[in-house]
């Protein structure tokens, strides 16, 4: 197969809406599929929904063009050679991956086989899906000589995903079959070729003509595997790293001085070494609690990984502790907070640590003045304002009349503030740093009692 392949791309997320871009702007014809009718309406008129760099202008050069927008699966399923299944994944109550979703989509897709589809797991799933997504199709009526299912996870960061797509560190296929392989290598072929990268308009990252992407063909379950333990692996190294800056503030050393010298040795590598208030979003939180119960259903001991999750708590406990200490009591208090999304550089909060630190300081008797840059309105839905919590216009207006402001994410734009600024708008100096934005003695300097994560607290000269 060579040239553009129709795509059925199901689920208009932060992973299936990016995804359909990217595979138009490689060349394809792709239709997106939603069962929310105002959600395709709103791609129709060019409203990408999420903040996402880039997003905006691929939608707008691509969508009702060569991306189309419907509500029609099994018309979408007819028409296209590949079907990605970019549907949640939640979490359930025990901890493992809600797949009812996935489910639904294969019975749904099982129907409308009239020639030969690959079905992709483009979702983030447990191993052993694969072959629960062929049992479904074929029990709702597939031919199993008119599919094969895929694994291609994706490793998208929120915030840089349409980079990341256009500009893969690997893309990982896991199929058992050279027909199905052959096709995802097709879809793919733009990025391991180098041609994509050759476009006047191409999307800028790290890689380019002479130096294109890696895809690496795996088996099924190895792929879905993949995709775990990837986020796994991070996952703990942000709890290490923050375990570490635990012993740096017993033993009065610096974080930031120890990180650097890991992070140096080749083998380590110096990303997701950043202390601060612990990991969140919708997919580590997620990931490690699913590839656990995996691992407990086949009978591993994983027991790290509960570590993992065990510290990642600890950690908003631990930096709750710090304003009480820097603020003596918390009761009445009135807290400017900077951040609500889960990370710099995206509006979702979902499993956010600065939401769960603002719950806990509501909690405590304070009041909350918060601002974000992107991700007020997803806030507004999950934290509605009452007499306890309010949403400023900016980082100073959050700033105005409170007892301490307190930076939650890392925003590049809060590691610009004006501190002097600041300091005139605060009742008390005080400013806690969850994400190690500043160098302590500088926010000193500027007269302002610094807190920060595995590092010594900071406070202006005295008179």
Known sequence: MIGSVTIAVVGSGYVGLVAAVCFAEIGHNVICVDNDQRKVDALKGGDSLIHEEHLPELLNRYRNDRVTFTTDLGAATAAADAVFIAVGTPQ???GDADLSYVEAVACEIARHLDSYKVI???????????????????RNGGNSTMFDVVSNPEFLREGTAVEDFLHPDRIVVGADTPRAAAVLQAIYKPLTDGSYYTSPNAIAGRLNQGDPSVLLLT?????EIIKHASNAFLAMKISFINAVANLCEAADANVEQVAKGIGLDSRIGPKFLRPGIGYGGSCFPKDVAAFRNVADSLGVDFSLLTE???????QKRRFLRKVRAALWTLRGKRLGVLGLAFKGETDDVRESPAIDLIEMLIAEGCTICAYDPAGMDRSRVEMPETSSLTYAAD????ADN?????????????????????????????????RNLYDPDEVAAKGLTYVSVGRPAAHPARA
């Open 120 to 138: 992709v797991e483009k979702s983030t799933v447990p191993v052993y899906t694969n072959e629960w997504v062929r049992r479904t199709v074929e």
């Open 219 to 223: 088996s099924t379950k190895s792929a």
């Open 92 to 94: 359930s109550e025990t």
């Open 395 to 398: 980082a100073y207006a959050a």
């Open 308 to 314: 993992v999750e065990k510290i990642n708590a600890e």
């Open 402 to 434: 409170a007892d301490a402001i307190l930076i939650l994410t890392d925003w590049s734009e809060f590691s610009k503030l004006d501190l002097p600024r600041l300091k005139t708008l605060l009742r008390y100096p005080i400013l806690l740093d969850g």
